[in-house]
């Protein structure tokens, strides 16, 4: 019974291992003042969020579409 307790554990930790390093960056809207609706993951939640980009700068965790965010971060 400890053996299956400890490979599920060790299952588990290898499935969120894997998670796209794009996926862990804060949403960020960047140094301009555009209101461009986008998409970040937030991995506290687990899901993909709103958030308005301001068109330059920010990082990689951008996207267009929700389903895009869940494509890329929601393996």
């Known amino acids: 019974m400890k053996l299956f307790g400890l490979l599920l554990t060790l299952f588990v930790a290898v499935v969120f291992a894997e998670i796209n390093p794009i996926c862990r960056q804060p949403a960020e809207t960047g140094f301009c003042k555009a209101l461009i609706p986008r ?22 965790n951008n996207f267009r579409t929700r ?9």
């Open 39 to 60: 998409y970040a993951y937030n991995s506290t939640s687990g899901s993909c969020q709103p958030f308005n980009y301001g068109g330059c700068g920010g990082n990689a």
């Open 67 to 75: 389903a895009e965010c869940r494509m890329t971060c929601r393996s």
